[in-house]
């Protein structure tokens, strides 16, 4: 695609209507029965693969972007891994965005190797997410590869499971806590030469989980120039108006992500009797349909 | 190998009497010339996985732990995971512990997914590395993976790299540090019912660089019962005295690692003239008896 990932986001999104991301966590036993032909390793990853490019059929003319979980590929290990990355060949021949969510975290050449391996180069996502608990070291490499070839990150900040808190609200001296800190570190990071787009966005990102709309609204104080990915909508518990404290008050700079209540959406007592391809689109539809009411966009 | 990881690993230092790890971290642009054929994805990875194979068969007798760098095989993609789970294979056939450096950290059952896809089952390592960034919940499923398969797990506290500092070190109210406060939920997450080991150490260890060992006698305190996977020796300028603070004074309770100074150990102008693996085999010894002479064992 070229250009500068957040441009080419925020692009996206305006085009689509709605700043929604499709989560893949693609679960065997969740499968329609259909596609669960076979047991082993080979027929689960196959199947997983199937499943998802069917998702992405129904899903690519509503929503801007997808977000592959790398988790439930890689347990499928070789097979799974061909299957990631036949995903996201796809989503990108369909003119989706591509988060890997892969939440690498590691330092030197080795978060090198990540970055080359998960981000560089065209079979590759446009973005990923990786973790900042290693410090700048850490995060480098990809930003590095963000700037050569237009490509985004995500890095976690305040993510939208319970026990986030345990960690990440860990209290600083004067009361400000780790996720600030963390925080004020992704803003320095993605501030170098080379990483602002035309629109003011940094390609260095944020994960913000939308089920801590306090927290939201003061990490979009500390990053003004990071685009926010957003989850935690629909089966994690958040509403359409929690998301919203982490958009800027025009409507942009965040994107938030439904995973299970989308693609498992044919297990929706409501949507029983639907061809489960036609219940993921409405589901799609209705994710879309709810965000962008609740932005007023 | 069943019975519980720490007993295990306890019992394979003594019998090799040196608590050393060599790390597998192989870098194509850095083989020996004659295993360098071909350029593409497979070719690159079945060179790497062949100089694993050859470097364990050359540490099998010395070392009790091997630590394979997922990120190295991972850049070539399914090629690549191949590799890696052959390697582990090979290393456990030669009795070695494997512990699978893969610093996964996610929740719920993408965690689940990380948990079943890396440590479960006899073709995964004994043990892999984890981050803690996202809390209790990015733990637990490692740790049920552990106390029914006999197996292992590292949580980062204290990591070798330069940044380490900039979030690890950020301080509370009262100057305590943000590593004390994850060696505490490290030691808590880790001393469930089933989780100790016959000699008192939990299957639940952390990462604490040899790089800090002010940092190391600290955490030494706070994790009683916890094994110190020790990253920093050599290449990255720690020394064996630098690692015996990660030790308890009876000399158990840490397991220090080195990578690139032993594998590549054939391109040290020292060893030039000798076949490339009796200079890893050296190198191996050279770590192994250094560590064993700064403990007193």
Redo the contacts between chains.
Sequence with gaps: MGGHFADNLLEAIEQKGAPVCVGL?P?FERLPAELRRGDDRQARAAAIREFCLAVLEAVAPIVPAVKP?S??F?????????AY?DVVRSARRLGLLVVGDV?????????E??A???LAGPEAPDAVTV????????IRPFVDVCRREGKGLFV?VR?S????????D????E?GR?YE??AR?VAEAGAGEGLLGRRGYSCVGAVVGATWPREARRLREIMPRQLFLVPGYGAQGATAADCAAAFKPDGTGALVNASRSVIYAFQQDRRSGTDWTDAVRQAAEDFARDLSQALGC
């Design positions: 966590d679960v979980q988790a439930c890689e347990v499928y290990r070789q097979e799974g891994v061909a990355f939440k690498r975290g590691d330092i030197g050449s080795t978060a190797a990540y080359a391996g998960h973790s900042g608990y290693l410090g700048a070291d850490g976690l993510t499971n319970p026990s986030a808190g345990q960690v990440q860990f209290a600083g001296p009361g780790l800190h963390m570190l």
